[in-house]
């Protein structure tokens, strides 16, 4: 096929056939990738919008219409969990941001052994989750793991302390274990936009008297701004998501404590095999993370414009 | 010079990176240390950072406690390298196109791809289970392949795109002036020319394929043969006592893999994954 539209081409070089041939041939470069999504993802996120409207369990399915999402709106654990998903996006996504900005400007200062330091910062990335998460799971342990125990030889704390059995602790310290799942990333590209920076920007404040700390608030924040706000969408999306951790560290527990709507719904779903239930859970989470990124991707385009970014 | 630091910055500088790789590095310094005690010594209060009964026991110990271990461990990298493997074939020709053709919905269906980033698999768990009991996957090694493959496509084309665009083009020109087809073209001409972002893309496709097995062993695979190690990893809870020490030196050993890999590649990972993100 891909011989005769050239040919074609080359024998009648008007303009309308050869863009209509190059669009069947970049549709057919793509076919294959948009058909594997197509059948791994697209047309699951449509079951899943129909099971939703069914009690389907392992015995079997009925329509039910809208009775799971009704039995979603009336239940105030639900919209306990919604909430706290939010304050777990929101809390580890500022933290992430916070400490990629830091760990991104560390690395980025001339001091020797840097190329090492940037090396160093990236195992918790590369490693799967569910085994960093296990090495964490062990630092919370309250009588034999290294958190405890140098707090208590150092006086801190009086006696063994569980850091995964009590609701607060346990919430925070999944949001410790979740930041530093997402930090290496984060200060990754930051970094990349740090050295993006053209320096002449900087030798210019600096011939004018500009200290470091006004440079860095006045030229390298908003010139990596896109890339800031950019980071955050990302990792506010896969925050949302975030189940190894949780599920590894506490299971959603101490009662519920840490449960966020994807925990909620792997254990409806998966757990209770209320595959109806925990569908409408499902689509709740796709509504919400869609709406979101649409307002943020709207917010996105006025800081590029702002910072003059096409 | 405007980057002189005084040396109580330099100091400074120092104690705060130290600060921050204490933090990131601190699970596999605990994960280290764990693997080092004797289980004995393990549940032994009060807490003693050091002992002087530390062995490398473990390391050996494991491979009995756990006699699938090796297995875990290959099928980690055999499910992350298919994976990679088809995961590349459906992105090269897909980023190409991005990169380079322009066609009708171009925008949407890149918007579509990218939308895929929004969901992980625990949002399609359910009706995932069915396609793949359907297609008679489940509790083989495509279980965990197959929507691997799937949530790492995007990815793969966004950072092969950014790469592709910037090869020349005059070199496609000159070919097509010379009369060869577009595959051909494809093929023989700009592949060659991609070979290092290939690689980018290829090792960053696998850490990902590396990561993300855990999610999919538990939902999908009873087979315990097929299991990947994140998976495996949780048999070390569960005989006669938790043997944390064999746990820890096996998830070190399982790790080495992808980090040896990485370290490897690490210079051409970083500039390669980042480039495409800062550029826009």
């Known amino acids: ?310 | 010079m405007m980057d002189k630091y005084t040396r109580l910055q330099v100091v400074g500088i120092y104690a705060a990176i130290f600060v921050f790789l204490l933090f990131m590095l601190l699970p596999f310094i605990e994960m280290f240390m764990t693997s080092l005690r004797p289980l004995s010594h393990l549940f032994r209060s009060p807490y003693t950072f050091w002992g002087s009964d530390f062995t490398f026991e473990a390391y050996s110990k494991m491979w009995t406690t756990v006699p699938l271990l090796g297995r875990y461990i290959v099928n980690s990298v055999y499910i992350a390298g298919m994976v990679t493997a088809i995961t590349m074939v459906l992105v090269v020709p897909a980023a190409y196109a991005y990169a380079r053709l322009d066609f009708p919905f171009k925008s949407a269906s890149l918007s579509v791809f990218l939308g895929v980033n929004m969901f992980t698999g625990a949002v399609l768990l359910i009706p995932l289970y069915r396609v793949l009991r359907t297609l008679g996957l489940l509790n083989t090694y495509w279980a965990m392949i197959v929507p691997g493959v799937a949530f790492l496509i995007p990815t793969g084309i966004w950072l092969l795109r950014s790469y592709l665009e910037k090869i020349p083009r005059e070199l496609e020109e000159a070919a097509y002036v010379d009369g060869a087809s577009r595959i051909y073209t494809l093929r023989r001409v700009v592949l060659p020319l991609a070979v290092p972002g290939l690689i980018v893309v290829g090792v960053s496709v696998f850490i990902g394929a590396y990561a993300q097995q855990f999610l999919f062993a538990i939902t999908f695979n009873q087979e315990r043969a097929y299991q990947p190690l994140p998976a495996g990893l949780f048999e070390f809870i569960g005989y006669q006592s938790v043997n944390w020490n064999e746990m820890m030196a096996a998830a070190l050993v399982g790790v080495l893999p992808v980090m040896v890999i990485f370290l490897f590649l690490q210079k051409y990972l970083v500039a390669g994954l980042t480039a495409g993100a800062v550029k826009e």
């Open chain 1, 1 to 310: 096929m891909a011989d005769m539209t050239v040919e074609a081409g080359a024998a009648a070089p008007t303009t309308m056939p050869r863009r209509l041939s190059e669009g069947w041939f970049a549709w057919a470069l793509i076919a294959p990738a948009m058909l594997f999504i197509g059948v791994i993802v697209a047309w699951p996120l449509a079951e899943t919008l129909r099971l939703s409207f069914t009690d389907a369990n392992l015995g079997g399915e009925h329509w039910v219409g809208w009775a799971n999402y009704q039995a979603l709106w009336d239940s105030s654990p639900f919209a306990q969990t919604i909430g706290r998903t939010f304050y777990w996006m929101v809390l580890s996504v500022c933290l992430k941001l916070i400490l990629g900005l830091i760990g991104a400007t560390l690395l980025n200062a001339a001091v020797p052994g840097r190329g090492l330091f940037r090396v160093l910062v990236m195992p918790p990335w590369v490693i799967p989750i569910a085994i960093g998460c296990i090495g964490w799971l062990w630092l919370y342990n309250g009588h034999f793991g290294m958190l405890a125990g140098l707090a208590q030889r150092w006086g801190l704390i009086g006696g063994p302390f569980e850091f995964l059995a009590y609701k607060q602790s346990a919430f925070y310290s999944a949001i410790v274990t979740d930041v530093w799942v997402g930090t290496p990333m984060v200060s990754l590209f930051f970094l990349a936009a740090m050295q993006g920076v053209s320096r002449d920007l900087y030798e210019a404040a600096w011939v004018d008297g500009a200290g470091r700390w006004y440079r860095f608030r006045r030229i390298t924040i908003p010139q990596i701004m896109p890339v800031i706000v950019s980071m955050a969408l990302l990792s506010a999306i896969w925050t949302f998501n975030s189940f190894e951790v949780i599920w590894i560290l506490t299971q959603g527990g101490p009662r519920g404590a840490t449960t966020t709507l994807i925990v909620d719904t792997y254990k409806t779903a998966i757990g209770n095999y209320k595959f109806g239930e925990g569908a409408a859970r499902a689509v709740v989470i796709v509504v919400l993370l869609a709406s979101f990124s649409l307002i943020y991707l709207f917010f996105l385009n006025k800081v590029n414009r702002k910072y003059g970014v096409k």
